[in-house]
């Protein structure tokens, strides 16, 4: 017995020399496996999304929740390998803005922030101190460049800081290109991924539809060096520009994943103003009713003229009531009656999508002496502020065609496909996160509730470190489900949503 | 023995694993050497504490024990899923105990216990993935009990006595999972309180049909710890600017049930140098339903449902006088969890567990001795979570794999005159 009692005390001992132990340590190697892909060199290939673009720019803190690193970090469980970014060391005081040879450069300010003494976003009240003419000269794994369209990342010169000042330039890919007439694509292969992630095109339909359509669909025309920056792209030139770079990132056999590109009411840029915002009584109404009076009775002299239909004179009849009120909008789409003086006027309907900084316009006074010249009532909003329905089915179309082609390529290239197109539908009515949160896509609203919920930036049009989260989630489901592996997954809710400063 | 544990560990690894709350069962090293039995044992002033009744059955006039132990406890946290791994590394724990017992008449004794049977100390990594519910805590109380026993025949006896408790709290955790200052330190509280005093009582009595076979039984009465207005401080610290004038430091109040304990047993002597001992105690852990901590600002109520069962622990021990000098103990007890499934928060993290005793008493001479024992805390690998931590309005799930472990290893002192 003493004998027992003696090797029980030293059994315990023993027991306790270790830590507790679990019977499959989850940093035991090989406990995670990385199924059929090969982790080890990642390159993110992409636009703003993939930079980790978030309240209207690219900053410190906020980059190192770019969606490509946060999977990288969990890549590593699977053999993943060092995942570098753009060095952002320069962004001294975390703002995000550039510096061309000491002056700021107009277009790329500091990030947005709540200013709680005001209750709305404006830019961050600081003195940018990046310099864009201080050059990396880096292939980076991440090579996200904010601002391109899918043709861009095949663009000699696009890195050339000769080229700002002509606007054939993007001021992210200056910093970091590795000699001045390289493609991004170009740099992204040089890394000899072995796993790549592409998420490209968003901005070839979006700067059309962020601008309320000020820019041209150019479907069926092929010639890119005609485009402004506000067109759509042309679905032929998407699918052969992608098609190209895919195959540039597959050459060596490297596995990847792509994902699709979401519709335009799935983001809050879109979804935050309703179409009628305007509170009215009925003295008011009438009041505001009285200034169209002559554009309504002009546009059944139209009618009478066979000019327009009879359907087409209640689109535009301008009618305001006690209640809530559509804002009138000029719609470039209406049939031209400039002939009898009158202007392309309407009412916006619910199939209509104000953008996000019409909220600073609407209802303010267009000349401060005359009390009759509200924004969206006596004054209607000029096109960039407003995507019309017309302009919304330019944008599906395009969006369906780029989608298809995606989806086209990576069947045939056998590719994992994050379905980000559904995700964001998801949030529309809410996405239920593993952990049990329910996350949406609306706007920050200032509620405390907000603070811990809220998944897109202050820009409204791109995630912030929070949705960013759910994004790598999202791609990191499609990686496992596509190559066996079993990558682990991403708690959003660990991640931060808006930044709010006292004053500023 | 070797064989017992590994038969043991296989039985109860097959049943779901949960185990003690904040108890800390080292009253005593000749008791806690037998499994902690001791409810129908009559050794030492140890009696004070598992059942005063036996006070006027012990031999000599005056009888003192004293002792300390060092708890040394890990626990291990992982999630598969998302691939988190923590690691408590708890401070050491220093529960300790001091009776004296003496005998007034032959059929009056009166004796004082002092003695810590709840605490606890936990400390994950700071920001670790469940710092929205725990960084680190420490609990500890004191109890300080006067203690009468009656001899009401040589087979029967009573005993009992007021508990008077202080207790001291300290607690930091996040505020939520995300929210931190401008340069992205977490926003935390810690709330803080000592000198926090409640009462309590026991009561036991004792039954010796014959000379080599006890029954005792011992009931001791749940005891409110609570923090009143002005009794601790908040402090809210990494608050964002534009949020840190709703978050000022102040106090707070808040309750933590010390539950109530019945303990039932028997010892028989089935030889004159060996001695067995059986314990059954049912903990009233039901009276810790939740963890409510009100502040005085923007934060609010802090709700956290606990929901704990009442549990039971199943204790076995005995004792051998090896020589004149010495006497070896041994003991095991199963000590189940209050804890129910989805009620498993980090800050209070024992399943079920098996537990080994061993120990033994030296005689210097005829009035002192020392007493050492040691106890290893197993606990068998869970998957478990805590559902109710609510963020925006949604009830959240926190949860992976645990393992815990402890040992307690501790020296005393008896005097008898």
């Known amino acids: 017995m003493k004998n027992n009692i003696k090797y029980l005390a030293i059994l315990a001992l023993g027991l306790f020399a270790c830590e507790p132990e679990f019977d499959n340590p989850i940093d035991e190697s090989g406990e995670y496996t990385s199924g059929s892909a090969d982790f080890s060199t990642y390159v993110a290939v992409g636009n703003s999304l993939t930079a980790g673009f978030m309240d209207g720019t690219v900053f410190r803190s906020g980059q190192q929740n770019s969606f490509p690193n946060i999977m990288a970090e969990k890549f590593a469980f699977a053999g993943g390998g060092t995942f570098t970014q753009p060095s952002y060391d320069d962004d001294v005081n975390d703002s995000g803005g550039f510096l061309l040879s000491g002056n700021p450069l107009p277009g790329f300010g500091t990030r947005l922030v709540i200013d709680a003494s005001q209750g709305g976003p404006e830019p961050l009240n600081v003195s940018p101190t990046m310099e864009l003419s201080s050059l990396q000269a ?20 696009y890195g050339n800081i000769a080229n700002l000042s002509v606007g054939a330039a993007n001021p992210y890919f200056v910093r970091h290109a590795t000699s001045p007439n390289i493609t991004v694509i170009e740099d992204a292969v040089s ?28 479907t069926g025309n092929p010639n890119v060096l005609s485009y402004g920056f506000n067109d759509i792209t042309d679905p032929s030139v998407f699918a052969f520009t992608y098609s190209a770079l895919v195959d540039a990132l597959t050459a060596n056999g490297a596995k990847g994943v792509v994902a699709t590109l979401p519709d335009v009411t799935s983001i809050p840029y879109f979804t935050t103003v309703p179409y009628n915002p305007i509170p009215m009584d009925a003295p008011t109404a009438a009041f505001a009713n009285g200034a169209y009076a002559q554009y309504n009775g002009g546009l059944q002299l139209a009618a009478a003229n066979g000019l327009i239909t009879a359907s087409e004179v209640a689109q535009r009849t301008i009618q305001f009531s006690a209640g809530q009120n559509a804002v009138v909008i000029v719609d470039e789409d209406l049939t031209p009656l400039a002939g009898l003086g009158l202007p392309n006027y309407r009412m916006a309907t619910v199939n209509d999508l104000l953008v996000l900084p019409s909220s600073g316009i609407i209802g303010t006074l267009a000349d401060p002496s005359n009390p009759a010249s509200i924004n969206g009532v006596g004054v209607p909003l000029a096109d960039n502020w407003v995507l019309t329905a017309t302009e919304i089915q330019s944008v599906r179309n395009a969006r369906t065609a780029y989608n298809n082609a995606i989806l086209a390529i990576a069947a045939d290239k056998d590719l994992a ?51 960013y989260a759910i994004v790598a989630d999202s791609f990191i489901k499609a990686i496992n489900a596509k190559y066996g592996s079993d990558v682990p997954g991403v708690t959003a809710g660990y991640y931060p949503g808006v930044t709010v400063v006292p004053t500023n | 023995m070797k064989k017992l544990l590994l038969v043991l560990t296989i039985a109860f690894s097959a049943s779901v694993m949960y185990a003690g709350g904040y108890r800390v069962g080292v009253q005593g090293h000749k008791q806690l050497a037998m499994g902690h039995t001791g409810v129908a044992v009559v050794t030492s002033a140890e009696s004070a504490f598992f059942n005063p009744a036996g006070l006027v059955y012990l031999d000599g006039k005056l009888n003192v024990s004293l002792g300390a132990a060092a708890v040394l406890s890990n626990t291990s946290y992982q999630n598969r899923e998302f691939g988190y791994k923590s690691e408590a590394d708890n401070p050491v724990g220093t529960p300790f105990y001091a009776y004296g017992a003496y005998k007034i008449n032959d059929w009056l004794s009166a004796g004082l216990a002092v003695y810590t049977p709840y605490g606890s100390r936990v400390e994950w990594p700071t920001d670790w993935e469940g710092s929205h519910l725990v960084n680190n805590i420490e609990l500890s109380a004191i109890f300080i009990q006067p203690t009468i026993a009656i001899k009401i025949s040589e087979k029967l006896s009573v005993g009992g006595g007021p508990i008077y408790v202080s207790g001291a709290v300290n607690f930091n955790r996040n505020l939520s999972r995300s929210l931190t200052d401008e340069t992205g330190a977490r926003s935390n509280v810690t709330i803080d309180a000592s000198g926090i005093n409640a009462w309590g009582y026991t009561v036991g009595a004792m039954f010796r049909p014959t000379e080599d076979f006890n029954i005792g039984f011992n009931y001791r009465s749940k005891i409110d710890m609570n923090v009143e207005r002005g009794d ?13 004038p709703g978050f000022p430091d102040g106090d707070f109040t808040a309750s933590l049930p010390l539950p109530a304990e019945l303990t039932l047993g028997a010892s028989f002597k089935p030889s004159e140098k060996w001695l067995v001992a059986f ?26 449902p606990r929901n704990y069962k009442n549990s039971s622990i199943y204790k076995i021990g005995a004792q051998y006088e090896a020589t004149q000098k010495v006497t070896v103990r041994a003991g095991f007890y199963f000590d189940e969890s209050p804890i129910r499934d989805g009620f498993f928060a980090p800050e209070t993290p024992r399943p079920d567990s098996v537990n080994f005793t061993a120990g033994f008493s030296y005689n210097l001479n005829s009035k002192w001795a020392i007493d050492a024992s040691v106890l290893y805390v197993h606990s068998n690998e869970i998957q478990n979570s805590y559902d109710y931590f609510r963020e925006a309005g949604q009830p959240l799930t926190f949860g992976g794999e645990y393992k815990s472990n402890a040992l307690v290893a501790g020296i005393g002192v008896s005097y008898k005159l």
């Open chain 1, 138 to 157: 880096t292939a980076y794994n991440n090579m996200g460049v904010p601002g391109a369209k899918s043709f861009h990342l095949g663009a000699p010169g």
């Open chain 1, 191 to 218: 890394l000899n991924p072995t796993f790549f992630s592409l998420w490209i095109g968003n901005n070839d339909i979006l700067s059309y539809a962020t601008s309320g359509g000020a820019g041209t669909d150019q």
């Open chain 2, 279 to 304: 314990d059954y105690t049912r903990t009233f852990w039901d009276a810790y339903e939740s963890l409510d901590v009100q502040f005085f600002n923007s934060a609010g109520l802090s709700r956290n």
């Open chain 2, 232 to 244: 601790g401080t908040a402090d809210f610290e990494n608050l964002p600017a534009a949020l840190a």
């Open chain 1, 417 to 467: 496909v994050a379905d980000m197109a559904t995700t964001l539908e998801v949030l529309v009515s809410g996405l239920r996160t593993a952990d049990g949160q329910i996350y949406t896509n609306n706007y920050f609203d200032g509620s405390s509730d907000a603070i811990s919920t809220t998944v897109f930036s202050l820009d409204g049009v791109h995630p912030n470190s929070r949705g």
